[in-house]
């Protein structure tokens, strides 16, 4: 390669990884404007394209980068990850087996492969290959969670387990690792999940969040907005909380009768992509008991969808939507069902990471908090591996006094 064009392509590469894209950008189309067909500048430019959002021309550039040079591992693995993100999974399938024939060692492009192969449905090798990806690079924490949760859905729990066990000794502070071994074990439970927990998941599934609920039938939104329509009823004006507003699903459906919508959440980049909607006056980023507490009597409807499924004691997170709702206010809110317990069971951390809660220690708990007119009603909220996942849709109205 001509010297100035190294040059030029090592300095693009340094303002890329810190961040300086405007930089990073000039500099590649300078390459290629001396060079249209620089293989390194084509792959490098084609993933600044892909980061901000231009997954068309991202996708030509990496072609046009691997029919230069059609061996180029990285390049492949590139490519395959911008087809994977526009869900052409045998197009991401071919580039990743290609990578792991080009370099037999780079661990990445087995993990991409595995991970490919799990969307494809093909589990068993989904997982030969998540566990070639440790093999050659057991520090990769990324492989665990994805393996981990391939044997949970093929019904190999004790291969989970000692997948969470491994991830643990790689990385002691994992949040996820900690909580879905107490999930698993039913030892060590939480009274409810760590917020770093919620961070981390929440923050790493961000960007597949919709496409993923959209497949699973995700009705929690809907099912609430209706069993809130009923209680407010028609041309009401509300001041509204989506409490753990994630993505900002219910913010459309709430929109309508909110003379003031805020939402919470602990995940920035959940809020990120709730930002983009544009239905809501005001966005948090904080964790949900302290930003109620924080806001008295601010509010006259509470709505959280899904949120409190992380929550195994209830009382905390009752008590705090209490405080900020007025007189008469509703708190609508989606939980887990959890049937067929001994007498005296109020909630269990379930295998998939969630709490489930019977309908009598919710009744208990609203109304040892001030609410009365308690309404529990059952509905699907999703489908998972194909089975009904069963939900207690509850609404109630602050009392005056408890």
Avoid at 144 to 160: D, F, K, N, S
């Amino acid at each position: 390669m001509d010297q100035s064009i190294q040059q030029t392509l090592q300095r693009a590469i340094a303002a890329h990884k810190d961040g300086r894209l405007a930089e990073a950008e000039a500099d590649y189309l300078r390459i290629l404007e001396e060079k249209p067909d620089d293989p390194n500048a084509l792959n490098f430019l084609g993933m600044l394209r892909f980061h901000q959002g231009n997954q068309v021309e991202a996708e030509r550039l990496l072609r046009r980068s691997v029919e230069v040079l059609p061996d180029n591992p990285h390049a492949r693995v590139n490519l395959g990850n911008v087809l994977m993100v526009g869900d052409d999974y045998e197009g991401a399938h071919r580039e990743f087996l290609r990578a792991t024939e080009l370099a037999p060692d780079l661990s990445i492009a087995w993990y991409n492969l595995g991970v490919c192969l799990r969307k494809l449905q093909r589990l068993h090798e989904a997982a030969a290959y998540l566990y070639k990806a440790l093999q050659l690079d057991p520090t990769n924490t990324n492989a665990y969670e994805p393996l981990a949760r391939l044997h949970m859905t093929i019904g190999r729990v004790q291969e989970a387990i000692d997948l969470y066990h491994r991830w643990l000794e790689v990385d002691p502070d994992s949040s996820i690792a900690r909580h879905m071994l107490a999930a698993l074990t039913g030892q060590d439970t939480p009274p409810r999940a760590d917020d770093r927990y919620v961070k981390d998941v929440f923050n790493e599934f961000a960007d597949t969040f919709d496409k993923t609920l959209a497949m699973l039938e995700y009705r929690a939104p809907q099912i609430l907005a209706d069993a809130l329509s009923e209680r407010l009823g028609p041309g009401a004006q509300r001041d509204m909380l989506d409490a753990g507003c994630g993505t900002g699903l219910c913010g459309p459906l709430l929109r309508p009768s909110a003379r003031r919508l805020v939402g919470v959440d602990l995940s920035p980049k959940m809020l990120d992509k709730a930002r983009v909607r544009g239905v809501y006056d005001e966005l948090c980023e904080q964790e949900l008991c302290a930003f109620m507490r924080s806001r008295p009597a601010e509010f006259d409807v509470v709505v959280s969808a899904d949120t409190l499924v992380y929550f195994g004691q209830l009382g905390e997170a009752v008590w705090a939507a209490r405080t900020c709702l007025r007189e008469g206010g509703i708190l609508a809110f989606t939980l887990e069902r959890l049937d067929g317990q001994p007498a005296g069971t109020a909630f269990r951390l379930q295998h998939h990471g969630r709490y489930g809660h019977t309908e009598e220690y919710v009744r208990d708990v609203l109304a040892a908090a001030g609410f009365r007119d308690v309404r529990i009603g059952t509905d699907v909220l999703r489908y998972e591996t194909g089975q009904k996942v069963h939900g207690h849709v509850v609404t109630a109205i602050r009392s005056a006094s408890c």
